[in-house]
């Protein structure tokens, strides 16, 4: 007996010291003890600002692992974007920031958030862990750069397509109501996308070890697109679209957009970015639900080709095309309120 327990405390020990070595070598910024836990009692508007120089070596070395080229800096002449973050924040709605208040550590402003040579970043978010690895927060970075631009021009960049007329096709993007085109929107929209990363990491929506053949008992967000061979709404089509834009085949990939839109029409996809991963998915309902449903913003992409329309794409959750979504969402937000 006592032998045992002995060994019970040896594998404490050896338990203990694993952990600790996992949790060093860890980059900083992913260790709650970093970020301190003053951020928890700031308003979420004072969490806002230009990421901490101590934070750029260990960020770019965390940045490295999940494979991002990174150049990344802090931002400079940033002052006024953080008065429209601080806006854009006050302009969600009171429930969305509720929603965020516990497990937001912050909002930092940063340049060079490229993923690679051929897409750029706006936003990114990532989780930070205590001791335990159990989940504390989330850091959420801006690229101050790429949110520098009209709302409708940067749904234009986040779905890849040009709004510019390119060998005869062209997308006009809205994304903004009238007199609303402005960098507030476009942070707005960016910010929501990244909460749904925020409450993904805090609530283990989307099993970060998501796999695709894999029948899952209890999968729920992910297996309204991701996993039921007869529900499967997951399209290669898409997936091979959005190859050609990460390789840089620009041409292949602007002249089969009247696919790609019609793939898109009949998926339950709230929009071209949502394909490319269940966690992607889950970030875009998430903002797009926000934005459409309790915000009544627009979301419309129209392709034109040599002048003609072609399709006209709106938000799912508003057009019927996502109902399995909208029911989530809408019993999301309903027990949310209780
Ligand atoms: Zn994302």
């Known amino acids: 007996m006592t ?198 990491f805090e609530r283990d929506i989307v099993s970060r070890w998501f796999s695709y053949d894999e029948a899952h008992a209890d999968c729920a967000f992910a297996c309204l697109s991701w996993i039921n061979p007869q529900r499967h709404r997951y399209s290669r089509s898409l997936d091979a679209a959005l190859d050609q834009v990460r390789s840089g085949n620009h041409d292949e990939y602007v002249r089969s957009l009247p696919d790609t839109f019609k793939h898109l029409e009949n998926s339950n996809f709230p929009s071209l970015y949502a394909t490319t991963m269940p966690a992607e998915d889950f970030a875009e309902s998430f903002a797009m639900y926000v934005h459409t449903v309790l915000m009544r913003r627009p979301w419309e992409l129209t392709l034109r080709q040599n002048g003609t329309i072609v399709s006209e794409l709106g938000s799912c959750f508003t057009d019927g095309r996502c109902r399995d979504k909208r029911d989530y969402f809408d019993r999301f937000f309903a027990e949310a309120r209780r």
């Open 3 to 200: 032998k045992g327990w002995s060994g019970w405390g040896a594998m404490a020990g050896l338990l203990l010291a694993v952990l600790f070595v996992t949790y060093t070598m860890a980059p900083e910024v992913r260790r709650a003890s970093f970020w301190g836990d003053g951020w928890q009692e700031k308003p979420l508007v004072d969490r806002v600002s230009v990421l901490p120089a101590d934070a750029l070596p260990s960020l770019r070395e965390g940045l490295s692992d999940h494979h991002f080229i990174s150049k990344v800096v802090p931002a400079r002449n940033a002052e006024y974007v953080i008065k429209d973050i601080q806006q854009a924040i006050e302009d969600v709605p009171q429930e969305v920031r509720d929603l965020v208040f516990d497990r937001l550590v912050g909002i930092y402003l940063v340049e060079g958030l490229a993923q690679s040579e051929h897409s750029d970043n706006l936003g990114m978010a990532f989780e930070v862990q205590g001791f335990w690895r159990q989940h504390v927060g989330t850091v959420i970075l801006i690229d101050r750069n790429q949110t520098d631009q009209s709302a409708n021009e940067a749904m234009a960049g986040m779905e890849y397509v040009p709004s510019q007329d390119y060998r005869g096709m062209a997308v006009a993007p809205r994304l903004a109501r009238r007199g609303e085109n402005d960098r507030v929107t476009t942070l707005r929209y960016v910010l929501l996308h990244e909460f749904g990363h925020l409450i993904d």
